[in-house]
């Protein structure tokens, strides 16, 4: 285990790099730490010694865990996660757990622009049953993956492949949207760790530097029409941008307009109403 873990050093610190191997053993051989402290890698077979190689050698490329193990939990439930969709982050939960305890037992229309790996849409789905989801996201290796997580959490959500920058000219059809957009300018990339700029998808991440609210600004045209009266919108934010977001929401004449902290006290998410709330 300690020569598993040496062998992270140079990307992780040591807590980080033994957390990540005993996650890895667990997933992928069955190990607890019970069975680690008893040998267990002592008595692996040819075939376990030459798969742990594999997965060490692409875990020391930088390559993220969750993509190496394959999956990972989000908001209680198990995720599939590969290259072509985001890993799922704690403060997207925190939007869901906010979107529920505003929305709950209520009959409501959802959609969730840039779905990825379905996180949002099969999360908001189990949590509130008297809800029917939509999903879009652009990238048909994305929609493969939702569908693979619709499928194994037993969800029920509407998949469409669409594009967010040309969205159909829909008319009242939700009461709530919701996304997480791109929201990283690339300048910013000096600042982001490797393991995310080599391996999850740019497409999902990254705005030009000259226009951080490309997503946002199509996204909230779209919802002032799209959304019912009364209807609300629901955004992870970029906290750098919290401003020209909230300023830009309300020049599209949303009311109500609300900035939520994350755990680590910073500004990640936004809610706007257009008009007034009328599902009471």
């Known amino acids: 285990m300690r020569s598993l873990t040496s062998q992270l ?27 680690i402290c008893a040998g ?25 865990v969750q993509y190496v193990v394959g999956w990972t939990f989000f908001c209680n439930r198990k995720f599939i996660v590969r290259r072509g969709c985001l890993i799922p982050r704690p403060e997207t939960e925190e939007l869901c757990q906010w979107i529920t305890r505003e929305n ?5 229309e959802i959609l969730d622009i840039g779905t990825g790996s ?22 048909a290796d994305a929609l493969n993956i939702a569908r693979e997580n619709i ?9 469409e492949q669409q594009d967010a920058l040309n969205p159909p000219r829909d008319i009242e059809r939700w009461d709530v ?10 300048k910013e990339a000096v600042d982001m760790e490797r393991n995310v700029l080599d391996y999850e998808p740019r497409q999902a991440l990254f705005v030009p530097d000259e226009d951080p609210l490309l997503f946002y600004r199509s996204i909230s045209q779209y919802a002032t029409q799209a959304l019912k009266d ?6 992870e934010i970029n906290p750098i941008y919290t401003t020209m977001l909230t300023d830009l929401l309300a020049n599209d004449n949303f009311q109500d307009i609300t900035v939520e902290k994350d755990a680590e006290g910073r500004e990640r998410m936004v809610k706007a109403n257009k008009g007034r709330w009328l599902h009471q």
């Open 9 to 35: 050093l140079p990307l992780y610190d040591e807590h980080e790099a033994r957390s990540i191997v005993r996650l890895l053993l667990a997933e992928v051989f069955g190990f607890t730490l019970a069975d």
């Open 118 to 139: 379905g996180c949002i849409a099969v999360t908001l789905n189990k949590e509130m049953p008297a809800a029917k989801v939509t999903a879009w996201d652009i990238s």
């Open 40 to 64: 267990a890698l002592d008595n692996l077979n040819d075939d376990q010694r030459q798969l742990l190689a594999q997965l060490m050698a692409r875990l020391e490329k930088g390559e993220p």
């Open 177 to 186: 949207i919701v996304s997480n957009p791109p929201y990283i300018c690339h």
């Open 230 to 235: 009364g209807g609300r919108l629901y955004f």
């Open 104 to 108: 709950k037992d209520r009959q409501v």
């Open 151 to 159: 499928a194994t959490n037993k969800a029920d959500v509407r998949l």
